[in-house]
Structure formats: C-alpha cells, structure tokens
C-alpha cells in the first residue's frame, strides 16, 4: 500500500513537473535565409536583422534558429523539415527568394506548422492555410507603377523578368492592369538569376519600340538587364520592382541606374515621410538601430522585411498563450490563428490586417514610389 502511494505520488510530481515546463517552455523560431548564392543581397541583410530581435516575448524566452538555403529552394525545403522535425520550432520565417519560399511553404502545410515568408510567394488557395507574408503583394505595387505609366503616357511597356516564380507572379499581375490602363504589354522576355549576359534578350526589347520596360529581378541581379537595355540603345524609362530596393543596387549601378523608378515600402525612405504616416517613427527607429550595429549607409529594406516578420509574431504570441503553451501542436494553431486574425499591426513596411483570404495584409500605406536620385532614393509626389 505505501510502495503504491509512493508511486502515485511520483507520478502526481511527475505531471506537475511536466506541466511546469511547459509552462515555462522557450519559443522556438526557424529561419532559413539565402545568406548565400544568387539572392545574397537580400539574405545578408534578413540574417544582420535577427540580432536585432528582443530575446523575450510576452515573458517568453525566444531562441531563433538560422539556416542558410543558399538561395537553393531544395535546401531550402530541407532546412524547413529539420527546423521542424529536429528543432520543434513553432513557427517559420523565411526564405529571401520566392522559390525557396514556395520550398518552405510546402513543409509548412505538411506539417501544420505557421510560416510568416518575407519573399512575396503566390499559392493556391489550399496551400495558403499556414503561410502568411510580410512584403506587400506584387499586385499592389505593380499598381502603383502602372498609375505612374499612365499618368506619364506609357503606351507600350516591355517586361523582362526572372525565369522563375518571381518574375511569373509579375507578369500574372502587371499585365492584367496594364491593358485596363490602356498599355499594350506584349514584348516579354525571361532571364535567370545567375545568367551572365541578356544581350539576346535586350536586342529584341530595344527593337520592339516600347515606351518603357519593366526589370522584374532583386537585388544586384537587376542592374544586368538595366545596363545592357542601355548598352543598346535603349532611351525610355526603366522601372524596377521593390526586390530591387537596396543600395548595393544604386552602388554597383551607378550613373546607369539613375532614373529608375520603383515601388517600396515606407521604411526605405521613412525620413521622407509625413509625421502623420503610421510607419514612419519605427522606419526611423530600425535603420538607426541596424546602422549602429553594421555601419552608415547599410541599411536594407529587405532586413525590415525579416522585423516586420518578428513585429506580426510579437503581436501573435500573447494571443495564441491564452489557449496554448508553446511546443505544442496545439500553440502552432493558435499562433496561426492569431497570425490571422492580425490587426492595425504597425510595420516597418506597412501596416498590417490579415483575413482569411488576404496572409498578406496591407493596403496602399504600403507602398511608396522612388526614383533613384543623385545616388539615392528619392520619394514621388503625385505620380510626377
């Protein structure tokens, strides 16, 4: 009789224990990033920024995992499964490139884990479930560049673009608006990512006659097609798309790139702004904090993408602690559906209302349209 009072007791002490480490269980976040290969120029900046996330949330230790997918979207989907299978984590943020992010998303669905990607994926209604964004949809700023070609007389654009998801979630939304606005977009070429050359590419452009092309590519990538449109004999506009907001862009560019215009977040040129815009204070706030720690002159919008990934979770964590503790199934739930139900988040990108059918959340105070300016990005007023 003792001996099974003994051993009910241990059993009671057992189950105390165990709930009170769970209790008191740490957030596990897994980010795979393209800190190397093709999309570095995004990556290197989303990998500095995690040293900038707070270590608690809620009163909850938060331990951050970081992989590198080399901009590679197999290991990108191999990083997700172990970040998932070995390290437990309770949710995922990444990757830098929309194919690894597609990679990601498919480990995020089989294994019902939430995935806040900062690479702006497009995905069927039946793989949307656990996977949010925190860049803005290409349509909404592929709608600010066409108002702009509109109001400036573009009659014909020409599109040059990534050989893959990026550039194919581009042309899917940009021509579609074009021809509503009365601009003819039928002069369409494809490039990859590590291509070394697009002269074939640029010759049938410039001989097409169009009154501006749009460079669908990221990072220094997208000075290539720029430079070689030139190289041509090409005198019309260039348009870049926010994949393209990087300083590394204008520094390898130079002269060549002076006059692009592209559409960005408002953290790229918070200074910039009214002191009535929501975003403005924490744009100021994070570039100040990431040049401290790497240098003027480093910042990067593709780095505030990561934080606004780490500012949506930070708004999700109290929530889903209500019903759930974390590493549990149970907490990857909730923390989806308060993922979810995200509202007025204040962002460095924008400000953030997720629904059921929109994971990515923000309107028009997320986009600004620049020019590159005398080295820099200048912010445009009134489509001029």
Known sequence: ????????????????????????????????LSSTGPAAALGVPERNTVPLFPSEIAGQKVNYIVLDDATDASQAGKNARKLVTEDKVDILFGSSATPTSVAMA??????????IAVAPLDLPADKDKWVFRSPQHVRLMAGALVDHMKANGVKRLGFIG???????????????????????????????????????????????????ILVVASG?????????????????????????????????????????????????????????????QAGIDYTRRYEE????GSFSSFGAQ??????????AVPVALKSAKPGTQEFRAALRDALEQSKEVVGLHGVFNMTPTDHFGHDERARMLIRVENGDWKLISDNK
């Open 1 to 32: 009789m003792k001996l099974t009072r003994k051993l009910a007791s241990l059993a009671v002490a057992g189950t105390l224990a165990s709930f009170s480490l769970a209790a008191h269980a740490d957030i596990n976040v897994g980010i795979s």
């Open 106 to 115: 498919e480990i995020a669905n089989e294994y019902q884990v939430p995935q």
């Open 162 to 212: 990534y050989a893959d998801a990026y550039g194919e979630i581009w042309l899917k939304e940009t021509k579609p608006l074009a021809e509503a606005a009365g601009i003819k977009m039928e002069d369409v070429e494809r490039f990859n990512r590590n291509d070394t050359s697009v002269t074939g590419q640029a010759v049938k452009l410039v001989a097409a006659k169009p009154d501006a």
């Open 220 to 280: 220094t990538p997208s000075v290539l097609p720029q430079v070689t449109l030139q190289e041509r004999g090409f005198k019309g506009q260039i348009y870049q798309t926010h994949g393209t907001a990087t300083k590394e862009f204008i520094r390898v560019g130079g002269k060549a790139v002076e006059g692009t215009i592209l559409p960005v977040g408002p953290v790229v040129v918070a200074s910039q702004l009214p002191d009535s815009h929501p975003s403005k």
């Open 293 to 296: 720690k790497y240098g003027a």
């Open 306 to 315: 990561i934080y606004d990934a780490y500012l949506l979770l930070e708004a």
